[in-house]
């Protein structure tokens, strides 16, 4: 059941990610989560998304802006390394609310509050006419990439905001989700490597854990190349508009879901 549970979200994750730019760990943690530990979950669902970040960097990275990965990414490296090293700190704050919906336990957390409320708020902004016309400055970009880099290297959620300032900078879909999976690569191994240091989250629990489910890992990561390249397809048929539709919707799911704890 396993197997068909985390392959199946993992295929239907990475091909909406790579369209809306995020969701991918977000919603295989909670997967991996039903059925192991959460330092074993935490830990596997790294794995997978950098697996991905990097077959996607290999696969779209041509198509990425590079005027904007520099803008961008680079504040999102600092952004990343500091949130990273305030993980530690979080883990000492109280839990807010315990509660299960079936096999899922969900834990409501201050900076889940937090960081799901700016990605709620932004998805309420995304239809608004004036909102949808703006387009980011250089200035904006380099804040975007520090806030986004930040919560990412706290919590994991670096998509959904990177994806709120580069859905409006002015690229095609294809530049869109080519300079969002470079910049998620860039990302993801910084934060890994600031994990691993400080033995935060990728630490002797993940990797000499006799559960760590090794094999289910791989045909996770598989099935997420696969929903990659299918997503890679789809996005050559798809506008800007469309790109944007499903980056406010997806905004508000993932936002209440994590604020709710779920995610």
């Given amino acids: 059941m396993e197997y068909l549970v985390v392959c199946v979200v993992a295929l239907v994750a990475a091909g909406l ?5 995020f969701g991918l760990g977000t919603l295989l943690m909670p997967a ?12 596997a669902t790294a794995v997978v998304h950098l697996a991905n970040s990097l077959f996607k960097l290999a696969a779209i990275g041509r198509w990425a802006k590079w005027s904007v990965v520099w803008k961008f990414g680079v504040p999102a490296i600092g952004g990343a390394v500091v949130g990273a090293g305030l993980l530690t700190l ?10 299960s919906i079936g096999p899922v336990a969900a834990r409501v957390t201050p900076v889940g509050l937090l960081v799901g409320g700016l990605i709620v708020a932004f998805a309420f902004l ?9 387009r980011m400055s250089e200035k904006w970009l380099i804040r975007g990439g520090l806030l986004s880099g930040f919560f990412g290297g706290l919590s994991g959620h670096q998509g ?6 580069l859905v409006r900078s002015g690229m095609d879909a294809k530049q869109f989700t080519g300079t969002g999976s470079t910049i998620a690569a860039i990302v993801d191994i910084t934060r890994l490597a600031v994990y691993a240091a400080g033995a935060a989250v990728m630490s002797k629990d993940f990797g000499t854990a006799a ?21 890679a397809q789809v996005v050559k048929k798809v506008t ?24």
Wanted: glycine share 12%.
């Fill in 240 to 263: 800007m508009k469309q790109v944007r539709k499903v980056v406010a919707v997806t905004l508000g799911v993932l936002g209440l879901g994590v604020m709710a704890g779920v995610l």
């Fill in 160 to 165: 959904a905001l990177r994806s709120v300032f």
């Fill in 17 to 21: 990610t790579l369209i809306s730019g």
């Fill in 126 to 134: 995304e239809p608004w006419p004036a909102f949808e016309k703006k």
């Fill in 211 to 231: 559960g760590a489910p090794w094999t289910l890992i791989a045909a996770a990561c598989v099935c997420a190349f696969i929903g990659s390249a299918v997503g």
């Fill in 32 to 43: 991996f989560a039903v059925f192991f530990p959460p330092e074993v979950a935490i830990g």
């Fill in 90 to 99: 979080t883990t000492g704050l109280p839990v807010l609310a315990e509660y």
